[in-house]
């Protein structure tokens, strides 16, 4: 309450301040009123407060003139840089509100940098140079706002209820994939249960989360396997499966040129399953800058 109440104080010292500049400036309370939209006698009540909380004159008033006091001149060359300066960085603001300008700070799992935000950001990266972007790669679930990102990428039911949520990609189909090395001498697995038998690589978002589960399509239904994976990881499962660790679960799209080549043979393939999309999101519709509604509009689907 306090708070509120010592906001409110300032705002109107502001404001009385601003009035006493103008009145100055214009020399007249009747052409300073019709620069801010109201009356000579609001603007007089304006100053005079102001008169009244310093207990000093600022201004003498006569029928026919106004001119600040000694003391009212030396108020006026002491503030008036700093209203300036205010009025200065607002003016920036708006124009940046204009001109697609600044930093967009967005958090997304590397997954999605490579699949979805590298790939659509491309082209605004040119046509507009003064836009700065800052992706951050993390498969931990954020707070996008307590940790001061403007936006996060993650898959669709990941996004949190409360946040706007934009369509920015097709669904994302995933699959097991592993090295001929690795699978040499082994049972192939033709069922999800024999999948138990084998090494298999788990990623685990969070350290009070457990690692992620394996989904498959199975007659048209989702089934999930928890894998125990004797390796787990944080970050993305490739490097660890092309040193022919072990079984992983990857985005299909990241190894599909590795299968066509044989350097990676695929587990399970007829049940690869489909997720949804991958989604931007953020907490407000409001009040956005150009840059990041520049942004928003490049990844959008």
């Known amino acids: 309450m306090l708070e509120t109440l010592n906001s409110i104080i300032f705002m109107q010292n502001l404001n009385d301040l601003r009035t006493f500049v103008l009145v100055v400036e214009q020399k007249s309370f009747t052409k300073a009123g019709e620069k801010l939209g109201i009356?000579?006698?609001a603007v007089s009540h304006c100053v005079s407060n102001l008169e009244d909380r310093l207990n000093i004159r600022l201004l003498n008033r006569t029928t026919r003139s106004v001119s600040p006091t000694p003391d009212g001149l030396t108020l006026l060359n002491d503030i008036s840089p700093y209203l300036q300066a205010i009025d200065l960085s607002v003016q920036k603001l708006t124009e940046n509100q204009d001109t697609?300008?600044?930093t967009v700070r967005i958090n997304a799992s590397q997954i999605a940098i490579e699949m979805v935000v590298l790939p659509k950001i491309a082209p605004i990266l040119s046509q507009y140079p003064q836009i700065?972007?800052?992706l951050h790669s993390e498969n931990r679930f954020v707070d996008i706002v307590g940790e001061g990102f403007d936006m996060g990428v993650r898959l669709g039911d990941d996004v949190a209820k409360d946040m706007v949520a934009v369509k920015i990609s097709q669904p994302l189909t995933a699959t097991l994939v592993a090295t001929p090395n690795y699978l040499q001498n082994k049972e192939i697995p033709k069922q999800i249960n024999e999948l138990d038998h084998h090494r298999l690589i788990g990623l685990?978002?969070?350290a009070d989360r457990n690692p992620i589960a394996w989904d498959f399509c199975v007659q048209g239904k989702t089934v999930s396997y928890?894998?125990?994976?004797?390796l787990i990881l944080n970050t993305d499962p490739m490097p660890a499966i092309k040193n022919h660790l072990g079984i992983g679960f990857m985005p299909y799209f990241m190894v599909e040129k590795e299968l066509k080549?044989?350097?990676l043979i695929e587990i399970l393939g007829e049940l690869?399953?489909?997720y949804e999309p991958f989604y931007a999101y953020y907490p407000s519709r409001?009040?956005?800058s150009k840059a990041f509604e520049v942004v928003l509009n490049a990844l959008r689907e």
């Open 286 to 288: 409001k009040h956005h």
């Open 226 to 230: 928890q894998p125990e994976g004797q």
């Open 272 to 274: 690869r399953i489909t």
């Open 204 to 206: 685990r978002l969070g």
């Open 261 to 263: 080549s044989g350097e």
């Open 100 to 102: 697609p300008k600044g």
């Open 39 to 41: 009356s000579a006698s």
């Open 132 to 134: 700065q972007l800052e």
